[in-house]
Structure formats: structure tokens, C-alpha cells
């Protein structure tokens, strides 16, 4: 599988449509590995010109900066703006809803400022402007599923009905949790708090949630978060579940993938 970086595509003299930006979970953890494969291989598909950073890319300072430490953030955060502005970047898509809020929202104030979309909100984009295709017979259709939002897209971004359009894009049946959008419950481990012992208490916070989506009794929770997906998995252990977790680029990328290899 190619995957053009941002340096070899300068070396070209060219200039990609947007850069999808890994992140750490994308890139170093085995399960979250399988999004960004799903995510490139969609991309591929379909003809996207983009590039990643490869090992130009660093941590984007998130965890630093919610655990306090100012002066590593300040550091990760003004290498990887000049890195990105001498390839005059414009346009970042992520899969992590952390590393799309500090770019958002955090990153214009040192001088970072670029179009930033959530993978879910440029699924969107691209099924709404007919770039990204799925079959009339789509293999998710009439399934059922629950969506987990993910703290820093809903609550603290307002992103709630992008992931919520890719998966009516592909005809599921969403059932939503009694606790959803503003309401939703965090999965426990943002904010840095994934680095850290859990706090004294009566149950774990992702145990809750796990038991919340298993009583949607939905074959599948979606989720959009490299944490919200690592959590909830191990949620669904706690309650002996066989509940499938997977991220909605994985269930586009599969949908895509079915219906090729059936025809």
C-alpha cells in the first residue's frame, strides 16, 4: 500500500489536497492501526491527493498540555507549525478528535491556522459531494448500531451529526443511547487522564458506558476515537460482551470493500 508523504510530494513540485494527520494511536497502536489503514485505503479508493508527515510528524502537545506541562506543549506544538507552514499546509483531516480540537482551536494562537476537518466530518464532505460512492446494496444496511460520541468532537466542538450522516449513508439503524450528544458520557480517558491510575471510586467510567451501549442490545458501537475505541473495548470485557467496536472508517471502508468483493 503506497502512502505519500508531504517531503517525497514536494519533491515533486506538488501540492496534495489535504494532509491526513495519524496521530499517536494511529500510528502506534495495533488496534487503532486498522482505522488508519481503512481510512488511506479509502482515500486511495476514491482518489484523494493527500500526504501524511511519516516520521516528520510529531505529537501534537494535547497530552502534554492537559497534564500541565505548558513547556513541552509549546515546544511539540511550534515544531510541528513550522514543519506544517514550510509545506504550506491549508487543510489537516484526523481521525483523533484531540489532535482536531488543539489544531482548531488551540494551535491559531501560536500562529497555526489551517482548515481543519474530523475524519467523520470529511467522510461527510466527501459521501455529500459524490466523491465517496456506496453501493445501493450496502452490507451494513438495516444492521443496528449505537454511536458513543467522543467528549472532544461533541461537547467540545459541536460535532454530533457528521459521524451520525456517514453511518445513515450507509442505511444502519441507529439506535441511540439514553445518555447521547451533549448528554454523552465520557469514556475515561481524555484530557491525559488515559496516562494516569483512575480515580477512587465505586465503578470505572468506561465500564458504565460499555454497560450503556450493550443495553441499546445493537449488534455494533461506533465510535470515533482512537480512546472512546480502546475504553469501550475493554468495557465490552468487563461485561463478557461480544459487542464489536469499530470506528465508522472502518465500517465505510468494509461496506466498500464488500460490495467489491462480491462483485
Known amino acids: ?46 482518489g484523494v491527493e493527500y500526504a501524511v508527515l511519516g516520521d516528520e510528524e510529531m505529537c501534537t502537545g494535547d497530552p502534554a498540555r492537559r497534564a500541565g506541562n505548558e513547556f513541552l506543549y509549546q515546544m511539540q506544538a511550534t515544531q510541528n507549525i513550522q514543519t506544517l507552514n514550510a509545506y ?35 467522510l461527510q464532505e466527501l459521501i455529500d459531494g459524490g466523491r465517496l460512492k456506496l453501493e445501493d446494496n450496502k452490507p451494513f444496511k438495516g444492521k443496528k448500531i449505537t454511536f458513543h460520541d467522543s467528549c472532544y468532537l461533541g461537547r467540545g466542538n459541536d460535532v454530533y451529526e457528521a459521524p451520525r450522516a456517514v453511518i445513515e449513508a450507509l442505511d444502519m439503524e441507529l439506535v441511540e443511547m439514553k445518555r447521547s450528544r451533549k448528554n454523552g458520557m465520557c469514556c475515561g480517558a481524555g484530557g491525559a487522564q488515559i496516562f494516569k491510575d483512575a480515580e477512587s471510586g465505586n465503578n470505572e467510567v468506561h465500564f458504565e458506558r460499555a454497560k450503556q451501549a450493550c443495553g441499546t442490545n445493537t449488534e455494533m458501537v461506533g465510535v470515533a476515537c482512537p480512546f472512546c475505541m480502546l475504553m469501550l473495548r475493554d468495557g465490552m470485557k468487563n461485561e463478557n460482551s461480544d459487542m464489536e467496536v469499530k470506528d465508522i472508517a472502518e465500517i465505510v471502508y468494509e461496506s466498500m470493500n464488500e460490495n467489491k468483493e462480491k462483485a
Open 1 to 46: 500500500m503506497e502512502v505519500p508523504t508531504m517531503k517525497a510530494m514536494a519533491a515533486e513540485g506538488k501540492q496534495p489536497e489535504v494532509l491526513f494527520w495519524v496521530g499517536c494511536a494511529g500510528s502506534f497502536d495495533d488496534r487503532y492501526k486498522k482505522v488508519t489503514i481503512s481510512m488511506i485505503k479509502i482515500l486511495n479508493a476514491i
Open 88 to 122: 504550506k499546509v491549508s487543510k489537516i483531516v484526523t481521525a483523533c478528535p484531540h489532535c482536531f480540537n488543539i489544531f482548531k482551536n488551540e494551535y491559531p494562537d501560536i500562529g497555526g491556522n489551517y482548515d481543519v476537518l474530523h475524519h467523520s466530518q470529511y
